[in-house]
Nanobody, 123 residues
Framework: QVQLVESGGGLVQTGGSLRLSCAAS????????MGWYRQAPGEQRELVAN???????NYADSVKGRFTISRDNAKNTVYLQMNSLKPEDTAVYYC?????????????????WGQGTQVTVSS
């Protein structure tokens, strides 16, 4: 059993900050890319930022300069520091990770998602 557990969402005023965390646990052999996606009501899920195992990062244009993604490989955790938040950042934020997991008869690679955490930015 492998899971991703997010934390850190909440309600914040425009211009405020939040830090999301996502910890992977279970029978993990290795973790490749990790990232954050978000989905607003009535919208498709979109990439916010991702980070490779080596630390290379990629951001959506809408969050560049405001959000920072980082990871702690020793803790199997990815973070999203969100500053200068805007009402349009309001969404459910999902953690994603490409992982190789241990199974009884070997290893299996897969794409895993967290349950989501709500971020609401009030105007």
């Amino acid at each position: 059993q492998v899971q991703l557990v997010e934390s850190g969402g909440g309600l914040v005023q425009t211009g405020g900050s939040l830090r999301l965390s996502c910890a992977a646990s279970g029978r993990i052999f290795s973790i490749n890319g990790m990232g954050w996606y978000r989905q607003a009501p009535g919208e498709q899920r979109e990439l916010v930022a991702n980070i490779t195992s080596g630390g290379s990062t990629n951001y959506a244009d809408s969050v560049k300069g405001r959000f920072t993604i980082s990871r702690d490989n020793a803790k199997n955790t990815v973070y999203l520091q969100m500053n200068s938040l805007k009402p349009e950042d309001t969404a459910v934020y999902y953690c994603n990770a490409g992982m190789i997991v241990k199974q009884i008869f070997g290893l299996k690679s897969g794409d895993y998602w967290g349950q989501g955490t709500q971020v609401t930015v009030s105007s």
